[in-house]
């Protein structure tokens, strides 16, 4: 196999080692470092925020919908007023 000065692209390394693309893109995915949570991101606009200012969480989404709706109907002989 001839040398090169350089690594191989995820074309190369699936061709070279018989195993499928998208496997070769989650071996490498998988081996990437983690990412730290308040790793400031940006985009095409600049600065998006840090990476767990953008994770959303569907459990605090639930609980904020909640304290919107306000809190729940209890009905109670004692608390009738009339």
Do not use: F, K, N, W
């Not at 990412?35 to 095409?44: F, H, K, M, Q, S």
Request: proline share 10%; glycine share 8%.
């Amino acid at each position: 196999m001839p040398s090169c000065s350089r690594e191989p692209d995820r074309r190369e390394l699936a061709e070279r080692t018989g195993i499928d693309r998208a496997q070769v893109e989650a071996l490498l995915t998988a081996d990437a470092p983690p990412r730290r949570l308040d790793e400031p991101l940006t985009g095409a606009e600049g600065e998006l925020g840090t990476l767990g200012e953008l994770l959303s969480d569907p459990l605090s989404a639930d609980a904020y919908e909640q304290v919107l709706d306000g809190p729940p109907e209890r009905s109670c002989a004692r608390c009738s007023v009339g």
